[in-house]
């Protein structure tokens, strides 16, 4: 029903905006043009090169018919999922090394630092690569798995 109402609007307005219609001259839109504004609307997690293998169109031609429509690709924002358990366990680990610290005043000094990286088969390799593409911009957030 969604979409249906977004083809219409569509091929009477040339704007998938509602009450607006498009800037400058009225644009002939197609069949193809249609088919690839509703795939985005209704599948907006998808990539540019999933919808030009689909249909068969040249990547410019997706391009430039989203940057006509004002339909931008957005990042996707990745934050770690926290349990309830989290915060307690979070505190207690500063009272152990505030103690520490109180022991020893070069705790904090002989402590490795690093940066953890963790590799699983369902998580994508590269986050940059995933963006949303929509007309405004949703600030999507993603949790990803929480470190056990």
């Known amino acids: 029903m969604y979409v249906h109402r977004l083809v219409r609007r569509l091929k009477n307005t040339g704007s998938l905006l509602p009450g607006k219609r498009a800037s400058g001259p009225t644009k002939m839109v197609c069949d193809i043009d249609i088919d690839i504004l509703a795939y985005f609307s209704a599948h907006p997690l998808t990539s540019i090169r999933n919808i030009v293998k689909k249909l068969n169109v040249p ?14 690709p957005y990042s996707l ?26 022991e020893n005043l070069r705790f904090l000094r002989n402590v490795i630092w690093t940066d953890e990286c963790r590799f699983t088969q369902d998580r994508d390799i590269n986050p940059q690569n995933n963006h949303y593409c929509n007309n405004c911009n949703p600030m999507f957030v993603k949790e990803i798995q929480s470190q056990e």
């Open 59 to 72: 990547f410019s031609y997706v391009w430039r018919l989203l940057k006509g429509h004002n339909w931008h």
């Open 77 to 102: 924002h990745g934050c770690q999922t926290l349990l309830p358990t989290d915060p307690q366990r979070r505190l207690d680990f500063c009272n152990w090394a505030l103690n520490k610290y109180a």
